[in-house]
T-cell receptor
């Protein structure tokens, strides 16, 4: 069965620090990859997505992620975090195989706390 | 504004009761999926509806059922509620059921079973 693993459950950073959140998935075929963010009291919002092409994708609010197929990874990065980035971050995978629709498999999330 | 609207936002039910949650997809979207997010966990896929039919189902018992209406809105029904059904229930919509579509989420319905 497909699964998504997020290595860091809780990350605490100071403002201006660099961020990297790990995400690995288990599926040998073609995948679509997503990072969603959930700010306190708000809905899940799409940060960025990878479908095909350039493995380095840029999203909103200065976030980017790199798809490394050989490592089954899709790590999220930001060069300099802000207090407003405090939120829960979810990596999600959609395995492209026959009969599969838009079913997303989520990791368990990483809570990011940015200290002002 | 998420575009996907859900109701109610919060509700409390007693073990053994039944609950119905409602969802209106983002304007122009015709596909609705439901997810369960337990506290401290990522969302888990329950099922997806397209053209008023259940297209794909996750690993949830038959107590979980759904419906999609001609206007693309959807309901999630859970029968014989258990304490473990307490969670945030998320509705998501997309244009088409295919895997290549971006999925948008609503704010969710918080269900507490006591």
């Amino acid at each position: 069965a497909q699964s998504v693993s997020q290595h860091n459950h809780h990350v605490i950073l100071s403002e201006a620090a660099s961020l990297e959140l790990g995400c690995n998935y288990s599926y040998g075929g073609t995948v679509n990859l997503f990072w969603y963010v959930q700010y306190p009291g708000q809905h899940l919002q799409l940060l960025l997505k990878y479908f095909s092409g350039d493995p380095l994708v840029k999203g909103i609010k200065g976030f980017e992620a790199e798809f490394i197929k050989s490592k089954f990874s899709f790590n999220l990065r930001k060069p300099s975090v802000q207090w407003s980035d405090t939120a829960e971050y979810f990596c999600a995978v959609n395995a492209l195989r026959s009969g599969n629709t838009g079913k997303l498999i989520f990791g368990q999330g990483t809570t990011l706390q940015v200290k002002p | 504004d998420a575009g996907v609207t859900q109701s109610p936002t919060h509700l409390i039910k007693t073990r053994g009761q039944q609950v119905t949650l409602r969802c209106s997809p983002k304007s122009g979207h015709d596909t609705v999926s439901w997810y369960q997010q337990a506290l401290g966990q990522g969302p888990q896929f329950i099922f997806q509806y397209y053209e008023e039919e259940e297209r794909q189902r996750g690993n949830f018992p038959d107590r979980f059922s759904g419906h999609q209406f001609p206007n693309y809105s959807s309901e999630l029904n859970v029968n014989a509620l258990l304490l473990g059904d307490s969670a945030l229930y998320l509705c998501a919509s997309s244009l088409g059921p295919g895997a290549g579509n971006t999925i948008y989420f609503g704010e969710g319905s918080w269900l507490t079973v006591v």
